[in-house]
């Protein structure tokens, strides 16, 4: 399967290297232990608080390949 056709979701930061590593655009949901400035200057493609945004996410991510 092509990288770019899959989708990482995550609330580490190992989660985001992963994906970066993976070249999966990835999603990150900063937790208690991973803060919101920690996964943005990782470089996640988009950052969410609250699973329910996911599906909007998903499918602007699809607009935009």
Excluded: H, N
Excluded at 38 to 62: F, Y
């Amino acid at each position: 399967v092509d990288p770019s056709r899959g989708l990482m979701v995550g609330d580490s930061v190992k989660d985001v290297q992963a994906a970066i590593r993976a070249k999966v655009p990835v999603v990150a949901i900063p937790s208690y232990f991973t803060s919101r400035e920690a996964v943005k200057r990782l470089g996640a493609d988009v950052i969410i608080v609250d699973l329910g945004e996911l599906p909007a996410v998903v499918v602007e991510l699809g607009r935009l390949r």
